[in-house]
C-alpha cells in the first residue's frame, strides 16, 4: 500500500485543517488506518485510528474532542479534521496501514511519508 499524505499548511491558533491521506497499490479496504504526528525534538505519537469499515475509531486521550477522524473506501482516502488548534498541535502528521486498530508505531505496516501543519499563536 503507497500513501500520501496531504491538507498540511500553516494556519492561526484557533483554527482547522482537515488533512487528507490517499491510498494506492493494494486493497485500501482492508485496512485499518491511524493517524500520528512528531513535532520537534519529541517521538512519533499516535492520534487516532480507525477500522476498515469505519464502524470503529479509537482516539487518544489528548486528542478527543478536538480530532476527528473518517474514511471514504470508495476513494481509498482517510482524513483528519483538526479544529481548535494550538500551537503545540504543530507537528509532521503521518498516515498508516495497520491490520487491527493498533496504537504502537510498530504495529504499522505501511507510513505515509508525512504533512507539516504548522499553527501560529
Known amino acids: 500500500v503507497q500513501l500520501q499524505a496531504s491538507g498540511g499548511g500553516l494556519v492561526q491558533a484557533g483554527g482547522s485543517l482537515r488533512l487528507s491521506c490517499a491510498a494506492s497499490?493494494?486493497?485500501?479496504?482492508?485496512?485499518?488506518m491511524g493517524w500520528f504526528r512528531q513535532a520537534p525534538g519529541k517521538e512519533r505519537e499516535f492520534l487516532a485510528v480507525?477500522?476498515?469499515?469505519?464502524?470503529?475509531?479509537y482516539y487518544s486521550d489528548s486528542m478527543k474532542g478536538r480530532f476527528t477522524i473518517s474514511r471514504n473506501n470508495a476513494k481509498s482516502t482517510v482524513y483528519l479534521q483538526m479544529n481548535s488548534l494550538k500551537p503545540d498541535d504543530t507537528a509532521v502528521y503521518y498516515c498508516?496501514?495497520?491490520?487491527?486498530?493498533?496504537?504502537?508505531?510498530?504495529?504499522?505496516?505501511?507510513w505515509g511519508q508525512g504533512t507539516l501543519v504548522t499553527v501560529s499563536s
Open positions: 480507525i477500522s476498515w469499515s469505519g464502524s470503529r475509531t
Open positions: 497499490g493494494s486493497t485500501f479496504s482492508g485496512y485499518d
Open positions: 498508516a496501514a495497520a491490520r487491527g486498530l493498533m496504537s504502537r508505531e510498530y504495529q504499522y505496516d505501511y
